[in-house]
C-alpha cells in the first residue's frame, strides 16, 4: 500500500517537474518577448523624440514664412480683416437666402471693414 | 522535487536509530514511548534541511536574476539628462537626443597609424595630430568625438577597427536655432547649462533627476520670430551696430518676447562668448535718455509736485555747474507738463526733478527697481550704474537719462508699472498667472497717475515725437529717447543709442514693448535722422503690427482717426486724468 503510494508520488514529482521544466522555458520565451517589446518601446519613444525635434524643426515660425510667402496668398493678419460680432450684420428673416460663393470673401471687404477704409 | 522522497528514504534510518536507542535502553516499549518524540524531531530537522535545498532550488529554477546593464549605465549617466523646453503654447524651444560618442581603449588598438589614417577621413573635425595625440594617450578610455552623426557612426562602425566603441549620450538640440539663442541659453559639451535658462534649470535642480516634465517658458514663438526678424531687418536698414528688443506682459511680467543682436546659434554655442554677443536686454546697463523722462513726469504726478496743468519755463537753457542743458525739440516758450512729455523738453523734465528733489527722486527710482540689479531667472544681470554721490547735476541730467545706466529690460518692468495701474512686477521667463503675480507686485504709484501716463504715452504717439510709432487700431502709446553715448571723452555728438517705450493698446495696456538700437546712422529714407523717431518708433510700430493680432489685441475705434483729437483719447480713459 505505502508502495503504490509512494509510487504515486515518484510519478506526480515526475509530472510535476517536467511541467515545471516547460513552464519556466515558456516564461522564459515571455521575458524575451517582453524584452524585445521594451526595447521597441524605448526605441519607438526615441524615435517619437526625434520626429518632435523633426517636427518643430519644419515648423520653425522662420521657414513658414518663407513658404508662406513664396506659395500662398496669405499676408499678416491686417486691423481691417478683424471685426467684432456687433459689426456683423444681423441674421436675414425670413427664407434662406441661397449663398452663392460669389458671397463669400474676407473680412475686411464687408460692411465692418469698410468703415475703417 | 527532492522533497517527494524525502518520507520514503529517510524514514527508514530514522526508524533504525529509533530502535538502536531503544535497544541500548534494553526496553523495547520506550520505542513507543520515547521513540515519536526525538523521531518527529529528527524528522522534521531533515524535512527542514529538504525543504530549504527545495526552496532554493526552486529559487534558482524561477527566479531569473538580471545580468545587469552596469557599464552602460555609467555610460549614459556621463551627461546630464534635461527637460525640454518649449514656449507658452507647446511649441518645442529645446529638446534631449540621443547620439552616439566614439571612444577608444588604447589598450585593444593594435596599430595607432592604421586606426588615425581610416578615421580621420571620417572625423573630419579633427586634424590627424590631434587623433594621434589622443590615441597614444595609454588610457583605457579616450573621448575621440562626442555626438556623431548617423552616418559617422555606421562609417566608424564598417571599419571594424579593434578598440574602438561608441556610447549613446544626451545631446542638446534647439530647434529653432538663434530665435531665442539668449533666453535659451545654452549647454556644455556635458550636457550642462552654462547661461540663459538652460543654467538657471540645472540651479534649480530641474535637471538631471527622474522624472524630466518639460518646462514652459514664458516666450511666445511666433511673437519671438517677428521680434527677431523686425530687428534683424532694422539692424541693415538703419546700419546699428547692435539691437535689442522685449515685449512685456504687463499684468504678469511675463516675457513674450526676447531678442538681442548679434545673438548666436545655441546648437553651437562657440560663439556665445563673443563679448558682442551678450544678451544686451538683461546683461548690459545703458543710459536711456529720454525714456527716463516718462519716470520723472511720473513721479513729479504721483509725490503731487506737478499735476497735468504744472507748467514749466523751457525757454532758456538751464546751466548748472559749467553744464547747459538744452532741449532738442526746442519751444522757447512756457511748457504744460502734457508738453514737456511729448516735446521731449530737458529743460522741463530737469526743473521737475529740480521740484522733487534727491531724495524724492532716488527713492523713487529705487522703488522702480531702477537702482538694483533685476534678478529673473536668466543668471546674466548686471548692476545699474549711477553716481555714488547724487549731486545737483545729477539730479538733473538723470531726470532725462543721461548718468543713470540700467538694463533695458529694467526699465521696460518699471515703465510696465506705470502704465498697468501701479503695480511694479518682476519679470519672469516662465509662465505665471496674473493672480501669482499679483501676490509678489508692489504698488509703486497710484492709479490715478497711472492713467495720466498712459494718457501721456498716447499722446506722445498721436501729437508727439513718436509718431512713426502709431499703428493704425491698435493704440500705440509711447515715449522716444535718443541719447549720446558716452565714451571716453565725454557724451559722443554722432554716437547714438535710440530706444522706444511703448504700450499697447494704451487705453488699457496688456503689453510693453521697448526697442533699443545701438548707434543707428541717418539713411536718406529718414532724411538722414538718426534719433529714436525716426528709428526706434518705426521699428515699434511694425512689430506691434504684425504681434498685436496674434495676441489676440483686437482693434478698436480711434480717436484720431475720427479726426477727434487726443480729446477723444482722454475721454476713453475711466479715471478723467488732471
Given amino acids: ?117 | 522535487m527532492m522533497g517527494m522522497f524525502t518520507p520514503k528514504l529517510k524514514v527508514k534510518p530514522i526508524r533504525a536509530v529509533g530502535s538502536y536507542g531503544a535497544a541500548g535502553h534494553g526496553a523495547p516499549v520506550s520505542v513507543e514511548v520515547g521513540g515519536p518524540g526525538r523521531f518527529l524531531l529528527v524528522i522534521s530537522a531533515c524535512a527542514l534541511c529538504f525543504a530549504v535545498i527545495g526552496l532554493r532550488l526552486a529559487d534558482i529554477a524561477l527566479v531569473e536574476k538580471g545580468a545587469g546593464n552596469a557599464h552602460i549605465a555609467v555610460a549614459d549617466s556621463r551627461r546630464y539628462e534635461r527637460p525640454d523646453l518649449t514656449d507658452r503654447n507647446g511649441n518645442i524651444l529645446a529638446k534631449d537626443l540621443y547620439s552616439p560618442s566614439l571612444y577608444a581603449d588604447a589598450g585593444q588598438i593594435i596599430d595607432v597609424d592604421e586606426v588615425v589614417e581610416k578615421l580621420s577621413p571620417i572625423l573630419t573635425e579633427l586634424t590627424p595630430d590631434d587623433l594621434d595625440r589622443k590615441l597614444r594617450r595609454k588610457s583605457a578610455f579616450i573621448w575621440l568625438k562626442r555626438g556623431l552623426t548617423p552616418k559617422q557612426q555606421s562609417k566608424i562602425h564598417a571599419l571594424g577597427l579593434p578598440g574602438l566603441g561608441f556610447v549613446r549620450e544626451k545631446q542638446r538640440v534647439y530647434p529653432n536655432g538663434r530665435i531665442a539663442a539668449h533666453v535659451l541659453g545654452h549647454v556644455n559639451i556635458d550636457n550642462r547649462g552654462i547661461a540663459g535658462i538652460e543654467k538657471y534649470i540645472d540651479r534649480i535642480g530641474l535637471s538631471n533627476n527622474k522624472e524630466l516634465t518639460p518646462l514652459a517658458l514664458s516666450i511666445d514663438l511666433r511673437a519671438q520670430h517677428v521680434v527677431s526678424k523686425e530687428l534683424a531687418a532694422a539692424l541693415i536698414t538703419y546700419k546699428a551696430k547692435a539691437a535689442t528688443a522685449v515685449v512685456l506682459d504687463v499684468h504678469t511680467g511675463e516675457v513674450l518676447a526676447l531678442s538681442s543682436l548679434p545673438d548666436y546659434d545655441p546648437n553651437a554655442p562657440s560663439d556665445a562668448l563673443k563679448p558682442d554677443n551678450l544678451n544686451r536686454m538683461t546683461a548690459g546697463v545703458y543710459e536711456l535718455g529720454s525714456v527716463f523722462k516718462t519716470f520723472t513726469v511720473a513721479m513729479a504726478l504721483d509725490e503731487g509736485v506737478a499735476t497735468l496743468k504744472s507748467r514749466y519755463d523751457a525757454r532758456s537753457p538751464i546751466r548748472k555747474a559749467g553744464f547747459k542743458i538744452d532741449d532738442f525739440h526746442a519751444q522757447r516758450r512756457v511748457l504744460t507738463v502734457p508738453e514737456v512729455f511729448i516735446y521731449s523738453s530737458n529743460i522741463g523734465a530737469a526743473k521737475m526733478a529740480e521740484a522733487s528733489g534727491i531724495k524724492t527722486q532716488k527713492a523713487f527710482l529705487r522703488k522702480l527697481g531702477l537702482l538694483d540689479r533685476m534678478q529673473t531667472e536668466l543668471p546674466e544681470s548686471r548692476n545699474p550704474l549711477y553716481p555714488k554721490d547724487w549731486k545737483p547735476l545729477n539730479m538733473l541730467t538723470i531726470a532725462f537719462g543721461h548718468g543713470l545706466a540700467v538694463s533695458p529690460l529694467q526699465a521696460a518692468a518699471a515703465a510696465a508699472a506705470l502704465v498697468n495701474g501701479g503695480k511694479m512686477i518682476t519679470p519672469t521667463f516662465l509662465c505665471r498667472s496674473e493672480a501669482r503675480a499679483l501676490f509678489s507686485a508692489r504698488q509703486v504709484i497710484s492709479p490715478e497717475t497711472s492713467a495720466k501716463m498712459r494718457y501721456l504715452m498716447r499722446l506722445n504717439v498721436t501729437k508727439g515725437t513718436a509718431r512713426k510709432a502709431d499703428v493704425p487700431g491698435f493704440r500705440v502709446g509711447g515715449k522716444t529717447g535718443t541719447a549720446e553715448k558716452p565714451t571716453r571723452y565725454g557724451y559722443s555728438k554722432n554716437k547714438l543709442l535710440t530706444s522706444f517705450m511703448g504700450t499697447f493698446p494704451a487705453d488699457a495696456p496688456r503689453y510693453l514693448i521697448l526697442v533699443m538700437l545701438d548707434e543707428p546712422k541717418g539713411i536718406p529714407e529718414t532724411h538722414g535722422y538718426a534719433t529714436s523717431g525716426w528709428n526706434a518708433a518705426p521699428v515699434t510700430a511694425r512689430i506691434v503690427k504684425r504681434i498685436a493680432p496674434m495676441l489676440g489685441v483686437l482693434p478698436a475705434e480711434d480717436g484720431e482717426q475720427a479726426g477727434a483729437g487726443a480729446g477723444t483719447v482722454l475721454a476713453n480713459f475711466k479715471q478723467h486724468p488732471g
Fill in chain 1, 1 to 117: 500500500m505505502i508502495r503504490l503510494f509512494n509510487a504515486g508520488l515518484v510519478v506526480l514529482s515526475l509530472i510535476a517537474a517536467g511541467m515545471l521544466y516547460n513552464m519556466k522555458y515558456e516564461v522564459q520565451s515571455y521575458r524575451l518577448a517582453v524584452r524585445k517589446l521594451e526595447r521597441q518601446l524605448a526605441s519607438e519613444r526615441e524615435a517619437i523624440q526625434v520626429l518632435q525635434a523633426e517636427w518643430s524643426y519644419l515648423n520653425r515660425p522662420e521657414r513658414l514664412q518663407r513658404l508662406a510667402e513664396q506659395y500662398t496668398s496669405l499676408r499678416p493678419v491686417r486691423m481691417e480683416q478683424i471685426v467684432s460680432l456687433d459689426d456683423l450684420p444681423g441674421r436675414a428673416m425670413g427664407p434662406i437666402p441661397d449663398l452663392s460663393p460669389a458671397m463669400g470673401g474676407y473680412a475686411g471687404l464687408g460692411a465692418g471693414g469698410s468703415r475703417i477704409q
